[in-house]
């Protein structure tokens, strides 16, 4: 059997076994396709969208227009809501981010019904409508189930963190994820240090004796990353081989870049990263980008990493609860591990509480 030659991308220089652009090029430039449209042609693509909104679980043009255009256009979806609505299409749930309050009405009204047919996509909808009228009902449907509720796993408080919020025994609202995004994408052109990425420490591992990095270095002190409440520097320190080999990493931090880390059920004690792989990780360009995003930035086609904003997940949506006060986690960073190491799956997640300074990884693929 002869081998067959792998094929470098002509934007990139990637190896692949296929002619054209690699599956990183190709979403990048999708990326920058919706980026760089117009005002007329995102009104004139939204429209696009409402007029053939029942194909858009065909996964093709719809879906591809609707999600492009919600992360990198940051769109107001309520025209789209209303056409969703009349169609009783109910994914994705992001469809209704921005329903009027009549809309919003009429899929309580649903989700009041005892014999609810579509409980739980109408719970994902309105979790991303969000608002009080929703903490509400979610509040008083979790207390008092309907009997839709023995055809799910989870309550109504575990749809809600779907939207980036959900509530404590007494109802009241708890935030998952900052309002705010920003972007980690590669830039040769300039250096910035408000964020770095995958920086090598003089440490080995414990469990796995690979060299341990600080996946994140904040610099709470950049006027961009202000809405994190941190005037310090956040190191989040991790080892790059078992992150994605165990259960959790918990990291105990000091906003003077002091911390320490603990690994949570590693799978092996095997070091599976080469010194290519570590070399090719801690050489990445990746930089914060120098103007906010749209907070569904992840959501798009390209995998790209983010600080704050709403994570893509890979699998259920999962915010931990703090290993000290229980409380649960918000979202402060999803890195997708093939923009710094070509090939490799997953993303990885880190969630934070303030109150504890601490901060939780864990690692999501398919
Ligand atoms: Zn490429
Ligand atoms: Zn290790
Ligand atoms: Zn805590």
């Known amino acids: 059997m002869t081998q067959r030659a792998a094929i470098p991308c002509p934007e990139c220089d990637r190896e692949k076994y296929f002619e054209g652009l690699c599956y990183s090029c190709k979403n990048r430039k999708l990326r920058e396709y919706y980026e760089s449209m117009s005002r007329g042609q995102i009104l004139e693509t939204v ?3 409402i007029a053939k909104i029942e194909t858009i679980d065909k996964w093709e043009e719809v879906y591809k227009d609707f999600s492009g255009l919600l992360a990198y256009q940051d769109i107001d979806t309520s025209k789209i809501a209303d056409a969703a ?7 994705p749930p992001t469809l209704y981010r921005n329903a009027s309050d009549e809309i919003q009405d009429q899929l309580i009204a649903l989700i ?4 609810c047919a579509y409980a739980g996509h109408i719970l994902s909808c309105l979790a991303v409508v969000g608002g009080e009228k929703v903490r509400k009902t979610f509040y008083e449907l979790e207390k008092n189930p309907l009997p839709w509720r023995k055809n799910l796993y989870v309550d109504p408080s575990f749809y809600a963190s779907l939207g980036g919020w959900t509530f404590d025994q007494a109802g009241n ?20 240090n408000a964020v770095k990425v995958a920086v090598p420490k003089n440490e080995n591992c414990q ?10 270095t904040l610099n709470g002190n950049d006027e961009r990353l202000s809405f994190l409440g941190l005037p310090g520097l956040l190191k989040i320190p991790i080892c790059p081989n ?8 918990i990291v105990r931090y000091q906003i003077d870049g002091a911390s320490t880390f603990e690994i949570v059920e590693p799978y092996t004690e095997e070091n599976y990263l080469s010194s290519a792989d570590f070399k090719e990780l801690t050489t990445n360009k990746l930089a914060l980008s120098v103007s906010k995003k749209p907070v569904y930035f992840a959501c798009g086609n390209d995998d790209v990493s983010i600080i704050g904003g709403n994570a893509e997940w890979v699998q259920d949506w999962q915010y931990e609860n703090c290993p000290d006060c229980q409380k649960k986690m918000k979202l402060l960073a999803a890195l997708s591990w093939d923009q710094i190491m070509n090939g490799s799956e997953g993303t990885l997640y880190v969630e934070i509480c303030t109150d504890c300074s601490l901060v939780v990884a864990f690692h999501q693929q398919t």
């Open 242 to 249: 078992c992150a994605s080999m165990c259960e959790k990493t």
């Open 173 to 192: 609202k708890v935030q998952l994820n900052y309002e705010t995004c920003y972007s980690l994408l590669e830039d040769e052109q300039h250096e910035d």
């Open 47 to 49: 429209e696009n969208i």
């Open 85 to 91: 609505f009349q169609k009783k299409i109910f994914y």
């Open 112 to 115: 009041c019904t005892p014999d």
């Open 207 to 216: 469990i796995c004796n690979c060299q341990t990095v600080d996946i994140l």
